[in-house]
């Protein structure tokens, strides 16, 4: 177990629909990391935060957001959604802002119909 | 060409053999990092390298920084470490880029 809490497991959705996905750190973890892995494009890194501030972002559509809030957790929003969204959503979190070891979340596994 | 290029991609072994996945990467890094991914698509981390060398049991994770590669080594693999292994660079500015994966089979 890694800490690193996500939901839902599994989510299935018709396209043009919004989805939120939800991640709860480690203890004490302050960055938050967010990726994709689809059969086509493998892993990509989608956007991290710390402390609650964006602080690098990935290949991220416009149609997806996300934010962390003052008790660390974070919260992927993606809209309008397409049938190529459909992908594992990983997040991951880390003590610090610019290195550590990265402690992964069982992710949350997104279809879109 | 991929930032991050894994080889082989597909490696095949028989239990107690000692196994070699390599990781070559063509920009400036921070750290460098060692992924296993299960079928059923859980990721642990591994190590995380920014020079050297480091193991943890049967693993053994190197890099030469000025090279631009790592090594994974397995010693005598075991079933159990049936699974995809993933090389991930985390670039200046907190992008961190993957490789495709090698994809390891130990049958017993």
């Known amino acids: 177990d890694s800490g690193v809490t996500q939901t839902p497991k599994h989510l299935i959705t018709a396209t043009g629909q919004r989805v939120t996905l939800r991640c709860s750190p480690r203890?004490?973890?302050?960055?938050v990391y967010w990726y994709q892995q689809s059969l086509d494009q493998g892993l990509q890194f989608l956007i991290q935060y710390y402390n609650g501030e964006e602080r690098a972002k990935g290949n991220i559509l416009e149609r997806f957001s996300a934010q962390q809030f003052p008790d660390l957790h974070s919260e992927l929003n993606l809209s309008s959604l397409e049938l190529g969204d459909s992908a594992l959503y990983f997040c991951a979190s880390s003590a610090w802002d610019t290195t550590g070891e990265l402690f992964f979340g069982e992710g949350s596994r997104l279809t879109v119909l | 060409k991929n930032e991050v290029e894994q080889s082989p991609q597909n490696l095949t072994a028989q239990e107690g053999e000692f196994i070699t996945i390599n990781c070559s990467y063509s920009v400036g890094i921070s750290a460098l990092h060692w992924l296993q991914q299960h079928p059923g698509g859980g990721i642990v981390s591994l190590f995380m390298?920014?020079?050297g060398k480091k193991k943890h049991g049967r693993l053994i994770a190197t890099i030469n920084i000025q090279e631009k590669h790592s090594s994974l080594h397995i010693t005598a693999s075991d079933p159990r470490d049936s699974a995809v292994y993933i090389c991930a660079v985390m670039e200046y500015g907190n992008k961190l880029v993957f490789g495709a994966g090698t994809i390891l089979r130990v049958k017993s």
């Open positions: 203890s004490g973890d302050l960055s």
């Open positions: 390298l920014s020079s």
